[in-house]
């Protein structure tokens, strides 16, 4: 699967911005996705997963209750809502999917990843 992240910007703090990542092939439905960010100098980290189904998500603790993941299967795509942005929010934002047929998501051991797109986010 060939994953393309978009969406991401400069917005000031407290602005809201809308990732999104959309899969090649026709089989997005059987992957589990997730978004990862890595900032300047800092290492790669989780930020939200989901199952392939969309009925179950996970936030890591940094952007529970600001961000939110979704999924729409119809339309190959998987979306990271981020509200009440930080400054420490700013990184280059990164999706991520990995074959599930549990229906569970992941934290981790991801297999394909897009390119990145980069928010900044300005005090």
């Known amino acids: 699967v060939q994953l393309q992240a978009s969406g991401g910007g400069l917005v000031q703090a407290g602005g809201s911005l809308r990732l999104s990542c959309a899969a090649s092939g026709r089989t997005f439905s059987t992957y589990a996705m997730g978004w990862f960010r890595q900032a300047p100098g800092k290492e790669r980290e989780f930020v939200a997963g989901?199952?392939?189904?969309?009925?179950?998500?996970y936030h890591a603790d940094s952007v529970k209750g600001r961000f939110t993941i979704s999924r729409d299967n119809a339309k190959n795509t998987v979306y990271l809502q981020m509200n009440s942005l930080k400054p420490e929010d700013t990184a280059v934002y990164y999706c991520?999917?990995?074959?599930?047929?549990?229906?569970?998501?992941?934290?981790?051991?991801?297999?394909?990843w897009g390119q990145g797109t980069q928010v900044t986010v300005s005090s």
């Open positions: 991520a999917a990995r074959w599930d047929n549990s229906g569970t998501y992941y934290i981790y051991n991801y297999n394909y």
């Open positions: 989901i199952n392939y189904s969309g009925g179950r998500t």
